[in-house]
């Protein structure tokens, strides 16, 4: 080997041994406190509820309609409970439409155009499914 890490101190430096300055690592000299601050973390603050209880009635509406169109799904009245949660989706795109920014909380995901676009075509697809499959007894 060429250089100047070559010797018996800078094979004792690699092996973990040599000065008490911290030692080395790939060749170079570590600091002896490398690795040993302690850090200490900034206080978090807790997330701030709403300012007013009314902007949380448009996603408790959506919701409501949504766990019990599930719950009319879960015991066998799937016709029911999708036309239920399509009409909750539905719901969400009128809200989204005719409510502010403020009011309407976390149905506001996109820009509005985008968002009732969305809502839309979901309630329409759920609609379509549940109307349009048909049951066949026979299989």
Request: aromatic share 6%; net charge neutral.
């Amino acid at each position: 080997m060429t250089g100047p890490d070559v010797g018996p101190d800078a094979a004792g430096e690699r092996a973990g041994g040599g000065s008490a300055g911290g030692g080395s690592v790939g060749g170079r000299a570590v600091p002896e406190s490398f690795g040993t601050e302690s850090v200490v973390a900034e206080p978090v603050e807790a997330p701030r509820p709403p300012r007013d209880w009314r902007n949380a009635v448009p996603v408790v509406i959506v919701m409501v309609m949504i766990a019990v169109g599930l719950v009319l799904i879960s015991l066998a009245h799937w016709r029911r409970g999708s036309i239920l949660v399509g009409s909750a989706v539905f719901v969400a795109g009128v809200m989204r439409i005719f409510l502010s920014e403020e009011r309407i909380g976390t149905l506001a995901v996109r820009s509005k155009r985008f968002d009732v676009g969305f809502y839309f075509l979901v309630a329409a697809v759920l609609a379509v499914v549940a109307i349009g499959v048909g049951v066949d007894p026979v299989g």
